[in-house]
């Protein structure tokens, strides 16, 4: 059983700053790419950003220069520093984790921006 666990989101205000966390626990086999995605209702997920164990990035359009994700390999996490948030960065994010087995997906975080 394995086990996506996020932390961090919560009320920003335009122009702010978050930092979301997310640790992988339990029956992985040899973790390769862990990412963010992001949904809004009525909404197709999307991507946010996500590395492979070889440290390649790839980030969505929508937040390429003010987001950073970054991955300890050895505590199994991953991090989304959030910059310059926007109110259309409002959504639950979700954290996304794949292994040789397959996808494993957090419960997510809600993110809110907003006056």
């Known amino acids: 059983q394995v086990q996506v666990v996020e932390s961090g989101g919560g009320l920003v205000q335009p122009g702010g700053s978050l930092r979301l966390s997310c640790v992988v626990s339990g029956s992985i086999l040899s973790l390769n790419v862990l990412g963010w995605w992001r949904q809004t209702p009525g909404k197709q997920r999307e991507l946010v950003a996500d590395?492979?164990?070889?440290?390649?990035?790839t980030y969505g359009d929508s937040v390429k220069g003010r987001f950073s994700i970054s991955r300890d390999n050895a505590k199994e996490a991953v991090y989304l520093r959030m910059n310059g948030l926007k109110p259309e960065d409002t959504a639950v994010y979700y954290c996304k984790a794949l292994d040789v087995f397959g996808a494993y997906w957090g419960q997510g975080t809600q993110v809110t921006v907003s006056s």
């Open positions: 590395i492979t164990s070889n440290g390649e990035i």
